[in-house]
């Protein structure tokens, strides 16, 4: 299984209603994209100071069902029009499990 994490980094001037419309979009993928195993996502409860604004933790049973998730269109279709204008940077990861 691969694990795949994702954090989201909002510019500093992105109100609460923006960062739940790119929850909301996120939240879509899963119903989007079927090699997706199991999903999670959500917004940073803001507990400490510093952290990503929204993570995403997605699970995918090989890496070739990965690389079709990371190069499917949905990204551009319905991520980036919503995430790209408010996010000020992001980092990924993914390992083995």
Wanted: proline residues 3%.
């Amino acid at each position: 299984m691969i694990q795949h994490i994702t954090l989201i980094y909002f510019k500093e001037d992105t109100d609460t209603v923006r960062k739940q419309k790119v929850l909301e979009a996120f939240e879509q993928l899963p119903a989007l994209i079927s090699e997706v195993k199991a999903f999670r996502c959500g917004l940073d409860l803001e507990l400490l100071e510093g952290n990503a604004g929204l993570a995403v933790v997605a699970e995918f049973s090989s890496k070739d069902d990965f690389l079709v998730y990371a190069s499917h269109p949905a990204h551009a279709e319905v991520i980036f029009p919503v995430c790209g204008e408010v996010m000020a940077s992001y980092a990924t990861s993914q390992f083995e499990f």
